[in-house]
C-alpha cells in the first residue's frame, strides 16, 4: 500500500512565487492534516480536514490555504511565498475521530529565497 | 487548546541501558496520548498511544509509556537501549473533542555502542 503520497519531495521557490504541494492517502481515512516542521520547533499545525468540503484552521494557517474535495486528496497552496516558509512540510492521514493515530507521508522539502 | 511539552532536547543512553523520554501535557478534560519516532529525512511513525485502561501502553519495538495523570505526564521507556533505537522522537497530545493533534517539540536519542 501506498499510504500517504507527497509531491513534490524538494522544491526551491523565489519569494513572491506560488505553488501546490500535493498529498493523497489511499486508506480511506476522513482526516487529512498539514504540519510544518521547523529545527527544534516540532511539528506545527497548519491546516486539516475532517472530511471532504470540510476544513479548520490550525496553529499557523497565516499564508497557506487547502482544499478538500475529495476523501483522497488534500492539498496545501502556498501564495505569495516568503522566507519564513522555508521548512519541511508534512502531510497525515488518520482513521475515526480522535483515538486514531495519524499515517504521514514522507515529507516535501521547501526552501524559499 | 492543548499543548505537549518535552522537557529535554537529547537524551544519551548506553546501549543496553534502560531509557527513558520525558513528557508532559496540558489538555482540558481527559486526554488521548501518542509517541512517534522520525528517523533522518523520514516522515514520522507511530509508536504507541494511550487512549483509556491500564496506565502502562506497550507499543511497537519494545517501547513502552506510562501515563500518569496527577503529574500530567507520558513518559517513553525501554528497558534496554539498542544502537538502532537513535532518532527523534515526538510526543503528541489529542483532547477530547478536538479534532486537531499538538506535537512536543521532540526528543534525540542517541544510543550508543
Known amino acids: 500500500n501506498a499510504g500517504v503520497t507527497q509531491t513534490p519531495k524538494f522544491r526551491i521557490l523565489k519569494i513572491g512565487q506560488s505553488m501546490t504541494l500535493q498529498c493523497t492517502q489511499d486508506?480511506?481515512?476522513?482526516?487529512m492534516y498539514w504540519y510544518r516542521q521547523d529545527p527544534g520547533m516540532g511539528l506545527k499545525l497548519i491546516y486539516y480536514?475532517?472530511?471532504?468540503?470540510?476544513?479548520d484552521k490550525g496553529e499557523v494557517p497565516n499564508g497557506y490555504n487547502v482544499s478538500r474535495s475529495t476523501t483522497e486528496d488534500f492539498p496545501l497552496r502556498l501564495e505569495l511565498a516568503a522566507p519564513s516558509q522555508t521548512s519541511v512540510y508534512f502531510c497525515?492521514?488518520?482513521?475515526?475521530?480522535?483515538?486514531?493515530?495519524?499515517?504521514f507521508g514522507e515529507g516535501s522539502r521547501l526552501t524559499v529565497l | 487548546a492543548q499543548s505537549v511539552a518535552q522537557p529535554e532536547d537529547q537524551v544519551n543512553v548506553a546501549e543496553g541501558n534502560p531509557l527513558t523520554v520525558k513528557c508532559t501535557y496540558s489538555?482540558?478534560?481527559?486526554?488521548?496520548l501518542f509517541w512517534y519516532v522520525q528517523y533522518p529525512n523520514r516522515g514520522l511513525q507511530f509508536l504507541l498511544k494511550?487512549?483509556?485502561?491500564?496506565?502502562l501502553v506497550k507499543g511497537s519495538y519494545g517501547f513502552e509509556a506510562e501515563f500518569n495523570k496527577s503529574q500530567t505526564s507520558f513518559h517513553l521507556k525501554k528497558p534496554s537501549a539498542l544502537v538502532s533505537d537513535s532518532a527523534l522522537y515526538f510526543c503528541?497530545?489529542?483532547?477530547?473533542?478536538?479534532?486537531?493533534?499538538?506535537f512536543g517539540a521532540g526528543t534525540r536519542l542517541t544510543v550508543k555502542p
Open positions: 497525515a492521514s488518520s482513521q475515526g475521530s480522535y483515538t486514531g493515530e495519524l499515517f
Open positions: 494511550y487512549i483509556t485502561g491500564d496506565n
Open positions: 486508506m480511506n481515512h476522513n482526516y
Open positions: 480536514s475532517v472530511g471532504a468540503g470540510i476544513t
Open positions: 503528541a497530545v489529542r483532547g477530547r473533542n478536538n479534532n486537531d493533534m499538538r
Open positions: 489538555v482540558s478534560g481527559n486526554p488521548y
